[in-house]
T-cell receptor, first 111, second 112 residues
Framework: EAQVTQNPRYLITVTGKKLTVTCSQN?????MSWYRQDPGLGLRQIYY???????DKGDVPEGYKVSRKEKRNFPLILESPSPNQTSLYFC??????????FGSGTRLTVV | KQEVTQIPAALSVPEGENLVLNCSFT??????LQWFRQDPGKGLTSLLL?????REQTSGRLNASLDKSSGRSTLYIAASQPGDSATYLC???????????FGTGTRLLVSP
């Protein structure tokens, strides 16, 4: 089954404790991206990657890092999480012809 | 800058009604227009993708149309069911912009 897999689904952490949210796709898509969703603000792009070793900032990149060492994986790294990063996070991928596939989401709470 | 607006913001209908959700966008130079469904606190499920060369797509009881010249897309849901209750999001994918721009969403409630 073609899918984007995110882990974990739920995460509660403390301020300043580094964490990584993993994202993997099995569709051989070149393009991958991360979004966060907040009430009243909708979905906003954090980072995106056009291919292996090619990443760029989206609209809200502050406080986040990404890497793309393999085509299928695009982890999101929070080096020093803060409470304002509490949100619902989505990973997405897209291939030739367009159309995005989203993961099931990661609900992160930073206390 | 692309802006996407959805009307209405919320809609409540009895089961069995046909309904139309509207999506408008400011930049007609879009690559694709995609409709998603989101259940509360859940992920985004792709419903229909309309590529720029297409005018409409159909899947089961769903039909989506795209009119680039007027900057509008509509999602038609036939014979609505309680299971259709969710938030519906449209999103545009514009050439040169490496992201989806999402609409504000329509929250749909279908009552038995």
């Amino acid at each position: 089954e073609a899918q984007v897999t995110q882990n974990p689904r739920y995460l509660i952490t403390v301020t300043g404790k580094k964490l990584t949210v993993t994202c993997s796709q099995n569709m051989n898509h070149e393009y991958m991206s991360w979004y966060r969703q907040d009430p009243g603000l909708g979905l906003r792009q954090i980072y995106y990657s056009m291919n292996v070793e090619v990443t760029d900032k989206g609209d809200v990149p502050e406080g986040y890092k990404v890497s793309r060492k393999e085509k299928r994986n695009f982890p999101l790294i929070l080096e020093s999480p803060s409470p304002n990063q509490t949100s619902l996070y989505f990973c997405a991928s897209s291939g030739q012809g367009g159309g995005y596939t989203f993961g099931s989401g990661t609900r992160l709470t930073v206390v | 800058k692309q802006e996407v607006t959805q009307i209405p913001a919320a809609l409540s209908v009895p089961e069995g009604e046909n309904l139309v959700l509207n999506c408008s966008f400011t930049d007609s130079a879009i690559y694709n227009l995609q409709w998603f469904r989101q259940d509360p606190g859940k992920g985004l499920t792709s419903l229909l993708l309309i590529q720029s060369s297409q005018r409409e797509q159909t899947s089961g009881r769903l039909n989506a149309s795209l009119d680039k010249s007027s900057g509008r897309s509509t999602l038609y849901i036939a014979a609505s069911q309680p299971g259709d209750s969710a938030t519906y999001l449209c999103a545009s994918d514009s050439l040169g912009f490496q992201k989806l721009v999402f609409g504000t969403g329509t929250r749909l409630l279908v009552s038995p």
